[in-house]
C-alpha cells in the first residue's frame, strides 16, 4: 500500500509517517517549499513537493496513491479567510486532485478535530449526532473542511476522524508547559473537574491508519479518543513532580489570562509568535471537550495502547534530560 501524508513534518504528522513505514507501507509525503525537509530524513520516504493552490502538483503528489491522510491545516492563522483558505480550501482543491488522480480508487482519511464539534455541555459528552458548534475561527475552518469533504460521498471513499487533545514528546502547548514547570511556575488550567478527552500521539496515529485499512463505512465521521475524561491538572501535575520537586508557583486561570496578556502584547512588539494566547487559556478554562469515541471503537476495535500515568511521566523524564543536555 502507498499513502500520501499532508502535514507529515507536523507533529502528528511524523508519527503517522513513523507507524507507516514500520507497517510496510510505501509513504509520499507531500512538503510545500517553505516546508523543513529536515524533519523527515529519519524516514525511510518520497518527498513530493506540491501547493495546495497548484492543482497539477496536486495530481502528480496522489497520483500512484491509495490512501491520502490529510493532516495538513493551519493551526494559528491571520484572520478567517486564512484560516479558510487552508483548512476548507486546501481540502477541496486536494480532494478534487484525489478523485481525478489516475491508477484506481483511493482512500481520503481526513484528520479534523474536536473543534469542529465544539464543546461539549457541562457534565455531558458529545457525540457525532450532535450540533457542531465551534468557538474559534481554526474549528469553524475545520469545520467546513470536513462539509467540503462530504460533497464528495459517493463519488470519492473518506472518513473524518475528530481527534481530541493529543498529547506527546513534541507536543508544542505540553512542551511549552514543561518550559514553564522548569521555571518553576505550574499553570493550573481549568477548574480542576474533568474537562476534556484525550490521547497519545501513538494511539492518534494508529486510529489513522485503521482508519485507512477498512473497507467499508466510507463517509462517516468519528470522534477518537482513550475513553477517559481528565482535568487538566491531572497533566501538569506528574510534568511538576519530576521537573519541578519542591516549592512552586502554582498559577491559576485569572492570573494566566494576566500573563498570556503580557506575552501577547510583548509578542507585537518583537514580532515573534506568543508562547501562550489567551484564547488558548479560556478554551481550556471555559468549556468542557469531552467526547463519545465508542462508535470509532465499534467500528475498528480501536482500544487505545498508551497508558496515560506511565506515559506522562516518561515525557516528564525525557524533558528532564533535554533540559540538561
Same mark, same amino acid.
Given at each position: 500500500m502507498r499513502a500520501l501524508v499532508?502535514?507529515?513534518?507536523?507533529?502528528?504528522?511524523?508519527?503517522?509517517?513513523?507507524?507507516?513505514?514500520?507497517?510496510?507501507?510505501d509513504v509520499v509525503c507531500l512538503v510545500r517549499q517553505v516546508t523543513d525537509r529536515r524533519l523527515l530524513r529519519s524516514f525511510p520516504v518520497?518527498?513530493?513537493?506540491?501547493?495546495?493552490?497548484? /492543482?497539477?502538483?496536486?495530481?502528480?503528489?496522489?497520483?500512484?496513491?491509495?490512501?491520502?491522510?490529510?493532516?495538513?491545516?493551519?493551526?494559528?492563522?491571520?484572520?478567517?479567510?486564512?484560516?479558510? #483558505?487552508?483548512?476548507?480550501?486546501g481540502t477541496r482543491r486536494l480532494a478534487?486532485?484525489?478523485?481525478?488522480?489516475?491508477?484506481?480508487?483511493?482512500?481520503?482519511?481526513?484528520?479534523?478535530?474536536?473543534?469542529?464539534?465544539?464543546?461539549?455541555?457541562t457534565?455531558?459528552?458529545?457525540?457525532? #449526532?450532535?450540533?457542531?458548534?465551534?468557538?474559534?475561527?481554526?474549528?469553524?475552518?475545520?469545520?467546513?473542511?470536513?462539509?467540503?469533504?462530504?460533497?464528495?460521498?459517493?463519488?470519492?471513499?473518506?472518513?473524518?476522524?475528530r481527534l481530541p487533545n493529543v498529547l506527546g514528546t513534541d507536543q508544542p502547548q505540553l512542551a511549552a508547559a514543561a518550559r514553564l514547570i522548569r521555571k518553576r511556575i505550574v499553570p493550573l488550567l481549568g477548574t480542576g473537574r474533568k474537562q476534556t478527552s484525550l490521547c497519545f500521539v501513538q494511539d492518534a496515529a494508529r486510529a489513522l491508519v485503521l482508519a485507512a485499512e477498512r473497507d467499508r463505512g466510507w463517509g462517516e465521521t468519528y470522534f477518537v479518543n482513550d475513553g477517559r475524561a481528565y482535568a487538566w491538572r491531572e497533566i501538569v501535575e506528574p510534568l511538576a513532580e519530576i521537573l519541578a520537586p519542591g516549592c512552586v508557583l502554582r498559577l491559576k486561570t485569572p492570573t494566566l489570562l494576566a500573563a498570556a496578556w503580557a506575552i501577547e502584547t510583548a509578542a507585537q512588539?518583537?514580532? /515573534? #509568535?506568543?508562547?501562550?494566547?489567551?484564547?488558548?487559556?479560556?478554551?481550556?478554562?471555559?468549556?468542557?471537550?469531552?467526547?463519545?469515541?465508542? #462508535?470509532?471503537?465499534?467500528?475498528?476495535g480501536f482500544r487505545a495502547e498508551v497508558d496515560f500515568d506511565e506515559e506522562i511521566r516518561r515525557i516528564a523524564r525525557t524533558y528532564r534530560q533535554r533540559a540538561a543536555s
Open positions: 499532508t502535514g507529515s513534518t507536523g507533529f502528528i504528522g511524523r508519527s503517522l509517517v513513523e507507524r507507516l513505514v514500520c507497517g510496510s507501507w518520497r518527498i513530493v513537493q506540491a501547493d495546495y493552490d497548484d /492543482r497539477t502538483s496536486l495530481k502528480r503528489a496522489v497520483h500512484d496513491c491509495d490512501v491520502v491522510f490529510h493532516l495538513g491545516a493551519a493551526l494559528e492563522a491571520r484572520g478567517f479567510s486564512a484560516y479558510m #483558505k487552508a483548512n476548507a480550501e478534487e486532485s484525489t478523485l481525478s488522480a489516475g491508477r484506481g480508487r483511493k482512500v481520503f482519511v481526513y484528520a479534523s478535530s474536536i473543534a469542529a464539534a465544539g464543546p461539549s455541555a457534565g455531558s459528552t458529545k457525540n457525532e #449526532k450532535d450540533e457542531c458548534r465551534p468557538v474559534s475561527l481554526y474549528g469553524v475552518s475545520k469545520l467546513r473542511g470536513e462539509e467540503v469533504l462530504r460533497r464528495f460521498d459517493g463519488r470519492l471513499p473518506y472518513v473524518i476522524l512588539w518583537t514580532g /515573534r #509568535k506568543p508562547l501562550v494566547t489567551r484564547e488558548a487559556i479560556m478554551s481550556a478554562g471555559t468549556y468542557n471537550w469531552l467526547f463519545d469515541g465508542s #462508535k470509532f471503537c465499534a467500528a475498528t
